[in-house]
């Protein structure tokens, strides 16, 4: 069954400084998308950055980074100079068959940003 | 423009009662999804509609959770008989067959 596994439920770290969201999926479908979504306490649902895959480079959004490690089924968040604004519940998700389908979530992992 | 939109924004209640959620999508998204996001589940699809086709229904949790989407625009989730593990925040997406799924404000359901 497919799966995504958040294993941080809380993540604390002070301003421009880099944090790592840890995301791991199983799935044995070949064709499939991985996505971060980020959470504030609105509760609104904010789309981060997507890697499909079989994109061979590591997708990037402005401060945010998607490290693939396929062999690994590996799929961290990496958000470089972090800013107070920041804080909020992240979830990674998956859809199979690329994009398009429905969305598979991890547990989410609450990042605090500090000055 | 105008995001995905979501009514009413909070619904209270009681056990037994059916209640109705809609979602307006984002005007000329083929894709409309319902997800349920609860504490002690997370985050669950719930249902997706793409254009004519027919739903894909493998997430609802039981057969009290119905929905439709009238004219491929808006939607309408019942679910009947509402029990107590009903009480989540149910939100809608929309998507242009693209990879970004643009999210409702949600509602927030109390079943009492």
């Known amino acids: 069954a497919q799966k995504i596994t958040q294993t941080q439920p809380g993540m604390f770290v002070q301003e421009k400084e880099a944090v790592t969201l840890d995301c791991t999926y199983d799935?044995?479908?070949?064709?499939?998308?991985l996505f971060w979504y980020k959470q504030p306490s609105s509760g609104e649902m904010i789309f981060l950055i997507y890697?499909?895959?079989?994109?061979?480079q590591n997708a990037t959004e402005g401060r945010y980074s998607l490290n693939f490690q396929k062999a690994r089924k590996s799929a961290n968040l990496v958000i470089s100079a972090s800013q107070l604004g920041d804080s909020a519940m992240y979830f990674c998700?998956?859809?199979?068959?690329?994009?398009?389908?429905?969305?598979?979530f991890g547990k989410g992992t609450t990042l605090s940003v500090s000055s | 423009g105008a995001g995905v939109s979501q009514s009413p924004s909070n619904k209270v209640t009681e056990k037994g009662k059916d209640v109705e959620l809609r979602c307006d999508p984002i005007?000329?998204?083929?894709?409309l999804y319902w997800y349920r996001q609860s504490l002690g589940q997370g985050l669950e699809f719930l249902i997706y509609?793409?254009?004519?086709?027919?739903?894909?229904k493998s997430g609802l949790p039981s057969d009290r959770f119905s929905a439709e989407r009238t004219g491929g625009s808006v939607s309408t989730l019942t679910i009947q008989r509402t029990q107590q593990e009903d009480s989540a925040v149910y939100l809608c997406?929309?998507?242009?067959?693209?990879?970004?799924?643009?999210f409702g404000p949600g509602t927030r359901l109390t079943v009492t």
């Open positions: 509609f793409q254009g004519n086709s027919a739903p894909d």
């Open positions: 890697q499909g895959s079989y994109d061979q």
């Open positions: 799935t044995s479908d070949p064709s499939y998308g």
């Open positions: 997406a929309s998507s242009l067959q693209g990879i970004e799924q643009y």
């Open positions: 998700a998956m859809s199979l068959y690329g994009a398009g389908t429905a969305l598979i």
């Open positions: 005007s000329g998204h083929t894709a």
